[in-house]
């Protein structure tokens, strides 16, 4: 339901939105419903006449068959059958680039078919573009229609979607991006509409978020630059201080910055045989905009090769993408001729990781170079873009036929772009690298610089801090915690330990005796210690990570370490099967740690179980150096650190736990500390030239305000309850949550209160929390079977949590008073007279008919929408208060005989079957006034003729079957045109029957 034009959702947040972009950024702007002339129905999402003469004026010359085709290309992206990603993606593959058309040149008989390209928009020229905001866009849908609140358009095509909450709802931004994802829905939404959109905004004034066709709710983010002008600018064009709201629009729908993100800040990448569409965050917009600025600046006197410099942007804040995205705009500057690029990395599973992100982003050719000819072959031919790492740029076969590594290309349009820059880009390697391609244009990247990076690569291009990057979300805190301290490397027992050993020895004995044999290194490795710490890693984790999924990785002091601590969690048959070890191969042929790394030699399966696979398959790896840095791995929640590290390499290993993981609730990483190496961290960031204090990169884990954190979260839960309400009764706690707005209160601070209970487990004080989170737990279960209620339905805590109720809870009665018993099942009227009040009653079937209705809907639209009608017409006469909570009961328990007697019949007018009804529905209710239309009879038997070959084509997993989608329509057109349906109603008719097999005879 849309709110009122006066109300404060339009006053203060849709209105001004359109106003900003209209009055100062060049848009033109209109209703809905004034361009409702312009289309020829409500289905149409494109502004035709708008997209017609843009064509026109972008590709002079083109032909009216030409246009047309261009049209349908954008009508249906990809072919009619796609899915909504699918066809995104094809849409975008136009937008960013062209279609191709076919026509016909010439006359006579030498007229012949030319292809030719057309572009949509015009990327070079923004002003040659219409932009327009359209407020209240109305599309008509499969099942109903939508109302969007504001629809940008490039040249009648629609790229923005937004939608628009209350300033003072806190919740608003939750329920935009509901909104936005249900107008995405094959079923309830308006998915054609989404084909072509790119942006998908949520706006509530003081605050915004944005993200693109299927982003789940929990990876939306704010976008919070102005970038290329200033805040204090955009403040100045406004007269007023910019609200979050402004400063996302400002910032995504620029006309220039909007071009930007539609042809080159979007990536469709392949992830485990799935396709997820990818935005650039802002830091990663700013870079590469500021990268380009500084290599193409028209006024800049320094030579091609002076104008690179070093990005520095913290570990998980999405390096890769940015290389990315800088690799195609350098690709597509046409003042660059085509350039030459080298990928650069250190690593060759860095390598083969940047190559992956590359090709599954669709980045045309890029070529990973195999041997160092076969590099130096690639670099040879201009316009190539190479992957390679450091290591091919060695020289020995020159040296040994009495030569020098060779200049590879004098080009000066050749672009270094290197990878993890602060760590082996400063010696021999990187100097035949430079001698090789002695023009080339360096530009680094990395999370951690040192001081050698700037002065190696030249100044910083952009900054993105570990500090930002939290704030943002991009990744999470990561919290510190020291163990053990009587066994740690840097503990205060050694120096004591080691006088007492050898009293009768002089100062400079001692010390030669600690250089030689009393090394970290050694101690390090010492059985007896590397046995406790083994078993306390082995009962930290499982009591921690495990039950929820995550997986832990250990890092030790060398490879003889990394063995012994894999010969004891070998002893623990629990975890004895689950752990891999990761090292380098030894010098030593034949050796217990060569059989140990010939064990573990497939190392990109052992990464793709890690990383993808559940902790039931592996769920430690032990690692010395290798995958202790550039490795992505988001599921990993703890560090076990038993090795020394400084610097730059410190900073980068911690980093292994700050990649964020919302489907798991993954709020922080933690790196648990064996060796005492929080001493060296004000030093790894001293190197930086930024400000940043350990706190802002480690929080210490702190029992005791995690303690007070959990009493705060109790009492903020309780507090949606009213005071005093006694545990011995439920019902009235789950009636305090009837408005949704309570519910969603609800879940918000219950889910707060486990997490606050994770946190301190498994401290015995939180044991004190258990009896009233299990009551909570109950209160959750009984409003979302009251209610049925999909936004409650969430897990009730861990596994860890679960556990320790079950152990420690005693003497609560955790029955559950109502099972979730199905609306149309046959022991629903039993299950509701357990319920003692009348507004208990008529709460639970208010919901369980909504529910039920919401299902049934998609399966059988024409028969539920009138149910549906009339369902609300009793709910808001209740909430009106023109009926007691008896009479909504009685009339509700009506309405459910009618569905229930629906669903009893076995035929629909005698002539059909149960299955083929709802088809017969639809036919029967698209023909509706259509003259010639044939009689019940002929209808009933094309239902049944239509069901049976669809059935016949419903090959499992049909629904993603591009081609099994198109000859379904093929044949379903067929029949209707056999059976006298007019041709103007076939596609409509074809589409909705389509939809509806969808729903119903999926497999």
Known sequence: MKPERRGPEYRDVQRPALEMLRDHFGYLAATGEELDAERASRGEVLLVGRLEKAIRAINPGITDDGLRQAVDALRLPGGAALGLMEANEAAHALLSRWAIVEEMKGS??????????????????????????????????????????????????????????????????????????????????????????????????????????????????????????????????????????????????????????VRTFSAFDKQGGRVVKKLARYQQFEAVNEAMARIVDPHSKAPQNERGGVIWHTQGSGKSLTMLWLALKLRRSKGLDSPTMLIVTDRKDLDRQITETFQNCGFENPVRADRVAHMRRLLATPGQTVMTTVQKFRDETDLEKGGRHPVLSMAENVFVLVDEAHRTEYGYFNANLR????????????????????KHFGGYIHKYTMPQSVADGATVPILYESRLADLAVWGNSLNPMFEAQFPHLNEEQKRKIRDQEITARRIGEASDRIEKIAFDIVQHYRAN?????????????????????????????????????????????????????????????????????????????VVVDKYLTGFDAPVERVLYLDRPLKEHNLLQAIARVNRPMPEKDKTWGLIVDYWGVAKFLPEALAVFDEDLSTEQVLTKRDADAAFQDLKARRAEVFECFPEGLPKKDVVPWVLALEPEDARTTFLQTYRAFYKALEQVLPDERAL?????????QRVRREAATMYSAEDLDVADASEKVRVLIDKHVKGVDVRVLLQP??????????????????????ARMEHAMERAVTVKLAEDPVFFESIRDRLERIIAERRQERMDDVQEYQLLLKLRSEVTDHE?????????????????????????????????????????????ELDALAVVDWTHKEDVQREMRRQVKRELRMRGIPDDRLDAIASALLDLARVRLAQ
């Open 545 to 621: 990570f495990e039950p929820d999924g995550f997986k832990a990785q250990v890092a030790v002091c060398s490879q003889l370490a990394a063995k012994r601590y894999y010969d004891e969690f070998r002893k623990y048959p629990e975890i004895a099967d689950r752990v891999a070890v990761l090292i380098s191969d030894p010098s030593e042929k034949g050796s217990d740690l060569r059989e140990l790394t010939d064990q573990f030699a497939d190392e990109e399966e052992i990464i793709r179980q890690f990383v993808h696979e559940d902790a039931d398959t592996l769920a430690i790896i």
């Open 768 to 776: 004190a929390f258990l009896g009233d989170f299990a009551w909570l």
């Open 108 to 261: 006579g008989r030498s007229a012949k078919e030319v292809g030719r390209s057309v572009r949509y928009i015009d990327f070079d020229n923004p002003e040659a573009n219409e932009f327009l905001v359209v407020e209240e866009y109305t599309v008509k849908g499969p099942r109903e229609d939508r109302r969007l609140d504001l629809v940008l358009f490039i040249n009648g095509i629609p790229i923005v979607a937004v939608e628009c909450k209350r300033p003072d709802d806190p919740h608003g931004l939750e329920q935009a991006i509901d909104d936005l994802l249900t107008y995405q829905d094959r079923v309830k939404g308006v998915p054609r509409l989404f084909h072509t959109v790119q942006v998908c905004v949520a706006l509530r004034k003081a605050a915004a978020l944005y993200g693109t066709v299927l982003t789940p709710k929990n990876r939306y983010a704010e976008w919070k630059s102005v970038y290329p002008i200033t805040l204090d600018q955009l403040k100045t064009r406004l007269g007023r201080v910019p609200t979050p709201q402004d400063v996302t629009l400002a910032g995504l729908c620029a006309k220039a910055n909007l071009l930007d993100m």
């Open 821 to 842: 018993v199905p609306i149309l099942s046959a022991d629903f009227k039993e299950e509701i007279e357990k319920l003692a009040s009348p507004r208990a009653k008529a």
């Open 904 to 948: 009893a019949q076995t035929t629909a007018s005698n002539r059909v079957s149960e299955r083929a009804s709802p088809f017969f529905r639809i036919i029967d209710k698209e023909l509706t006034g259509v003259s010639g239309r044939p009689d019940e009879e002929h209808l009933s038997a094309l239902a049944e003729t239509v069901v049976s």
């Open 435 to 454: 001698k090789g391609l002695p023009n080339a244009c360096f530009v680094a990247f990395t999370g951690t610089p040192i001081a050698r990076t700037v």
